[in-house]
C-alpha cells in the first residue's frame, strides 16, 4: 500500500515550499510533488513603468540574492538599449558578485543545509582535544579548531541543550541513522557555524562598500554604478580587499576541509548518492575579470554526456504552465511570457503525521495544477542549474582554475568525478564554486586599480531611450542558484512585457504536459526513507539545491488583496 507524506513548508531555506511524495511498501519514493503555496508580483508590478527603474522592482524579488536580480534587471535594459557600461563598471559589478557569493554559499552550508549532515545534539559527547586533532586531517592550519576553543563552542551549546532550548538548531532530526560523522567531527563543524555567523557579516559589508547598502544595493545603474567615490579612493579599495582576505581564508581553512570530512563520511551512504535527477546541466559565463575573460564559462551537457559541451541557442527557452496555477498553459518564449493567475486550490487526502500515522488532511491536485512555480524548459526538456551544473560543464570545458580545485578535491575526498552527479556533490561544488571565488575574485580588483591608473575614470555610459522605438533585450548570467535570465520589452519608453526565468524556478519545477519531472521531483524518485515520521533524507537531498521560492514564483497575494498598508512622514524623520 502506498502512503503519502507531506512536508509543508520545508524549512532553513527562502521562501514557502512544499514537497509531496508518495512511498511504497519499502519506505522507496515512487512519486514526488515540488510546490510553491505562495504567489508574488514582480513581473506585472514593473510594466507600464520606466525601465531605469526596473532593476530597483526586480531585486525586490528576493532578500538573499538581491544583488542577482538587481543587476540583470539593469543588464536586461543595457542589452535592449545596446548599452556598454564601462570597464570600471562592469568590473565593480563584478567585486559585488564575488560578495554575494561568499556570502550566500558558506552561509548556505553552515546555517541551512549543514544540520542535514552535522548532528549539534552528538557534537555535545565530542571529546574537545580530539576533536582538535581530527581537525588536522582535514587542514594544516584549521580554523577555530584548538582544543579549548572547542570546549568552548561545546558549553554555549551545551548551555542552550540544557536549558531544553536548541534555540536555532531546534526541531532537526538529530539521532537519525543517516547521520554520519563522529562526535568530534560533528563538534569541528558545529564551531565552523558559529564562525560563518561572523563571516556572513563581513561579507555584507563587502558588498555595502560598493553598494552602500546590503541587502538591496543601490550603486547600479543602466549605464554603470554610481559608486564613482569609493572606486577612487584607495581606503575603500583597501578595506574591500582586506575583508576578502578574511572570508577566503574562512572558505579555504573551514568550508573546504569541512566538505572534504563531509565527503569522507558520506562517502558510502545511498541517501546523498547517484540522485543527479535531471542531467542535463546549464551554467552562463559570470564573473567578468577583465575586458575579455570571465571566471567561469557558458555551457550546456545534455544526459550527463561530458565529452561535449553545447552551447545555448537563447530561443530554445520556453515557459510552460500545465501544472501550475496560470490561465495560459502553453509553452512560451520569454519575451511572450504571461503569468495571470489561476489557483486551484487543494484537495482532501490523507498523509503521514509526525508520529508516523495516517491522518486526514489537504494535499496537492497533482492531476491538475498544484504550485506557483511555471516549468522552465530547454527545446522541451528540463534542465538543472547551480553550482553542480556550473562546476561540471566548466571542469568538461578544461577551464584551468576549476579544474584545480575540482582535482584537489576529489583527490582529498577520495571520491570519483561520478560521485559529483549527487546530493553530495551539489553540496560539495557550491563550496568549490566558493572557492574558485575566493581563489580569483581579486583579479577584478586589480584589473579595476590597473585600469583607473591608466587614466580611465569613466563609470557610466551616456545613452538616451527613444520613445518611439521598440526595444527588446536580456539578461543571462550565474547567480548563486545557477542560470538566470531577465527579458524585457520597452515600447513608448516604459516596460510592456518583463519575465524572470530564475535559477530556483528550473530545479522546482513542476511537471510539464509530457509528465517530465524537475530536479527537485525526480532527484527523489528511488529514495529509500529510514522512518516515515521523520523524512530527513528529503530535506537533505532538497536542500542541496539551496531552493530559494521567493525568486521561484516571484509573481501578492493570489486575490491581490492589500497586505498592508504604509505611510511615511518625511517630516518625522
Ligand atoms: Ni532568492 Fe536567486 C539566486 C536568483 S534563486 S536566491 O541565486 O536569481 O533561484
Ligand atoms: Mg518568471
Given at each position: 500500500m502506498s502512503q503519502r507524506i507531506v512536508i509543508d513548508p520545508i524549512t532553513r531555506i527562502e521562501g514557502h515550499l512544499r514537497i509531496e511524495v508518495v512511498v511504497d511498501d519499502e519506505n522507496v519514493v515512487r512519486e514526488a510533488y515540488s510546490s510553491s503555496t505562495l504567489w508574488r508580483g514582480l513581473e506585472t508590478i514593473v510594466k507600464n513603468r520606466d525601465p531605469r527603474d526596473a532593476g530597483f522592482f526586480m531585486?525586490?524579488?528576493?532578500?538573499?540574492?538581491?544583488f542577482s536580480h538587481y543587476k540583470a534587471g539593469i543588464v536586461a535594459v543595457e542589452n535592449a538599449l545596446g548599452i556598454t557600461p564601462p570597464l570600471n563598471a562592469l568590473l565593480t559589478r563584478t567585486l559585488m558578485a564575488n560578495a554575494l557569493f561568499l556570502h550566500d554559499h558558506p552561509v548556505h552550508f553552515y546555517q541551512l543545509h549543514g544540520l542535514d549532515f552535522v548532528d549539534v545534539v552528538s557534537a555535545l559527547s565530542a571529546d574537545p582535544k580530539k576533536a582538535s586533532e581530527e581537525a588536522f586531517k582535514y587542514c594544516d592550519t584549521p580554523y577555530a579548531c584548538g582544543a579549548d576553543k572547542l570546549k568552548e563552542v561545546q558549553d554555549r551549546v551545551g548551555a542552550f541543550v540544557k536549558k531544553g532550548a536548541l534555540g536555532p538548531f531546534a526541531n532537526a532530526y538529530f539521532g537519525h541513522p543517516t547521520y554520519k560523522l563522529s562526535p568530534e567531527q560533528n563538534l569541528i563543524a558545529l564551531s565552523h557555524y558559529l564562525e560563518c555567523l561572523r563571516i556572513q557579516r563581513t561579507a555584507a559589508q563587502m558588498m555595502a562598500i560598493f553598494g552602500a547598502k546590503q541587502p538591496h544595493p543601490q550603486s547600479l545603474t543602466v549605464g554603470g554604478v554610481t559608486c564613482v567615490m569609493d572606486i577612487l579612493s584607495p581606503a575603500r579599495l583597501g578595506e574591500y580587499m582586506s575583508k576578502f582576505k578574511e572570508v577566503a581564508d574562512f572558505v579555504n581553512r573551514a568550508y573546504y576541509p569541512d566538505l572534504v570530512m563531509v565527503a569522507k563520511a558520506y562517502g558510502n551512504e545511498p541517501s546523498v548518492l547517484n540522485d543527479i535527477g535531471v542531467a542535463n546541466l546549464w551554467t552562463h559565463q559570470e564573473f567578468q575579470l577583465s575586458k575579455n575573460e570571465w571566471l567561469f564559462q557558458s555551457g550546456m551537457i545534455m544526459n550527463g554526456d561530458i565529452s561535449k559541451v553545447l552551447e545555448l541557442d537563447e530561443n530554445k527557452i520556453t515557459e510552460e504552465a500545465t501544472h501550475a496555477w496560470y490561465k495560459n498553459d502553453a509553452a512560451l518564449h520569454p519575451y511572450d511570457g504571461e503569468q495571470e493567475p489561476n489557483y486551484t486550490g487543494l484537495q482532501d487526502g490523507q498523509s503521514i503525521d509526525a508520529h508516523g500515522k495516517e491522518a486526514h488532511t489537504k494535499v496537492l491536485d497533482t492531476q491538475g495544477k498544484y504550485t506557483w512555480i511555471k516549468a522552465p524548459r530547454y527545446d522541451g526538456k528540463p534542465l538543472q542549474v547551480g553550482p553542480l551544473a556550473n562546476i561540471v560543464v566548466n571542469y568538461a570545458k578544461k577551464n584551468e582554475r576549476v579544474v584545480k580545485v575540482v582535482d584537489q578535491f576529489l583527490k582529498d575526498a577520495g571520491l570519483p568525478l561520478e560521485a559529483v552527479f549527487s546530493t553530495l556533490g551539489r553540496t560539495a561544488c557550491r563550496m568549490i564554486e566558493a572557492k574558485v571565488v575566493a581563489d580569483n575574485g581579486l583579479i577584478a580588483l586589480e584589473n579595476l586599480i590597473a585600469n583607473i591608473k591608466s587614466g580611465d575614470t569613466q563609470t557610466c555610459a551616456k545613452y538616451v531611450i527613444d520613445n518611439s522605438k521598440e526595444y527588446k533585450g536580456r539578461y543571462i548570467g550565474h547567480v548563486p542558484r545557477g542560470a538566470l535570465s531577465h527579458w524585457c520589452r520597452i515600447e513608448k519608453g516604459v516596460i510592456k512585457n518583463w519575465q524572470a526565468v530564475v535559477p530556483s524556478t528550473w530545479n522546482a519545477t513542476p511537471k510539464d504536459k509530457d509528465g517530465a519531472m524537475g530536479a527537485y521531483e525526480s532527484c527523489l524518485i528511488g529514495l529509500k526513507l529510514a522512518d516515515l515520521s521523520k523524512p530527513l533524507e528529503i530535506i537533505r537531498r532538497i536542500h542541496s539545491f539551496d531552493p530559494c521560492i521567493a525568486c521561484a514564483v516571484h509573481v501578492m497575494d493570489a486575490k491581490g488583496a492589500e497586505l498592508g498598508c504604509y505611510r511615511v512622514d518625511p517630516s518625522k524623520g
Amino acid at each position: 500500500m502506498s502512503q503519502r507524506i507531506v512536508i509543508d513548508p520545508i524549512t532553513r531555506i527562502e521562501g514557502h515550499l512544499r514537497i509531496e511524495v508518495v512511498v511504497d511498501d519499502e519506505n522507496v519514493v515512487r512519486e514526488a510533488y515540488s510546490s510553491s503555496t505562495l504567489w508574488r508580483g514582480l513581473e506585472t508590478i514593473v510594466k507600464n513603468r520606466d525601465p531605469r527603474d526596473a532593476g530597483f522592482f526586480m531585486q525586490r524579488i528576493c532578500g538573499v540574492c538581491t544583488f542577482s536580480h538587481y543587476k540583470a534587471g539593469i543588464v536586461a535594459v543595457e542589452n535592449a538599449l545596446g548599452i556598454t557600461p564601462p570597464l570600471n563598471a562592469l568590473l565593480t559589478r563584478t567585486l559585488m558578485a564575488n560578495a554575494l557569493f561568499l556570502h550566500d554559499h558558506p552561509v548556505h552550508f553552515y546555517q541551512l543545509h549543514g544540520l542535514d549532515f552535522v548532528d549539534v545534539v552528538s557534537a555535545l559527547s565530542a571529546d574537545p582535544k580530539k576533536a582538535s586533532e581530527e581537525a588536522f586531517k582535514y587542514c594544516d592550519t584549521p580554523y577555530a579548531c584548538g582544543a579549548d576553543k572547542l570546549k568552548e563552542v561545546q558549553d554555549r551549546v551545551g548551555a542552550f541543550v540544557k536549558k531544553g532550548a536548541l534555540g536555532p538548531f531546534a526541531n532537526a532530526y538529530f539521532g537519525h541513522p543517516t547521520y554520519k560523522l563522529s562526535p568530534e567531527q560533528n563538534l569541528i563543524a558545529l564551531s565552523h557555524y558559529l564562525e560563518c555567523l561572523r563571516i556572513q557579516r563581513t561579507a555584507a559589508q563587502m558588498m555595502a562598500i560598493f553598494g552602500a547598502k546590503q541587502p538591496h544595493p543601490q550603486s547600479l545603474t543602466v549605464g554603470g554604478v554610481t559608486c564613482v567615490m569609493d572606486i577612487l579612493s584607495p581606503a575603500r579599495l583597501g578595506e574591500y580587499m582586506s575583508k576578502f582576505k578574511e572570508v577566503a581564508d574562512f572558505v579555504n581553512r573551514a568550508y573546504y576541509p569541512d566538505l572534504v570530512m563531509v565527503a569522507k563520511a558520506y562517502g558510502n551512504e545511498p541517501s546523498v548518492l547517484n540522485d543527479i535527477g535531471v542531467a542535463n546541466l546549464w551554467t552562463h559565463q559570470e564573473f567578468q575579470l577583465s575586458k575579455n575573460e570571465w571566471l567561469f564559462q557558458s555551457g550546456m551537457i545534455m544526459n550527463g554526456d561530458i565529452s561535449k559541451v553545447l552551447e545555448l541557442d537563447e530561443n530554445k527557452i520556453t515557459e510552460e504552465a500545465t501544472h501550475a496555477w496560470y490561465k495560459n498553459d502553453a509553452a512560451l518564449h520569454p519575451y511572450d511570457g504571461e503569468q495571470e493567475p489561476n489557483y486551484t486550490g487543494l484537495q482532501d487526502g490523507q498523509s503521514i503525521d509526525a508520529h508516523g500515522k495516517e491522518a486526514h488532511t489537504k494535499v496537492l491536485d497533482t492531476q491538475g495544477k498544484y504550485t506557483w512555480i511555471k516549468a522552465p524548459r530547454y527545446d522541451g526538456k528540463p534542465l538543472q542549474v547551480g553550482p553542480l551544473a556550473n562546476i561540471v560543464v566548466n571542469y568538461a570545458k578544461k577551464n584551468e582554475r576549476v579544474v584545480k580545485v575540482v582535482d584537489q578535491f576529489l583527490k582529498d575526498a577520495g571520491l570519483p568525478l561520478e560521485a559529483v552527479f549527487s546530493t553530495l556533490g551539489r553540496t560539495a561544488c557550491r563550496m568549490i564554486e566558493a572557492k574558485v571565488v575566493a581563489d580569483n575574485g581579486l583579479i577584478a580588483l586589480e584589473n579595476l586599480i590597473a585600469n583607473i591608473k591608466s587614466g580611465d575614470t569613466q563609470t557610466c555610459a551616456k545613452y538616451v531611450i527613444d520613445n518611439s522605438k521598440e526595444y527588446k533585450g536580456r539578461y543571462i548570467g550565474h547567480v548563486p542558484r545557477g542560470a538566470l535570465s531577465h527579458w524585457c520589452r520597452i515600447e513608448k519608453g516604459v516596460i510592456k512585457n518583463w519575465q524572470a526565468v530564475v535559477p530556483s524556478t528550473w530545479n522546482a519545477t513542476p511537471k510539464d504536459k509530457d509528465g517530465a519531472m524537475g530536479a527537485y521531483e525526480s532527484c527523489l524518485i528511488g529514495l529509500k526513507l529510514a522512518d516515515l515520521s521523520k523524512p530527513l533524507e528529503i530535506i537533505r537531498r532538497i536542500h542541496s539545491f539551496d531552493p530559494c521560492i521567493a525568486c521561484a514564483v516571484h509573481v501578492m497575494d493570489a486575490k491581490g488583496a492589500e497586505l498592508g498598508c504604509y505611510r511615511v512622514d518625511p517630516s518625522k524623520g
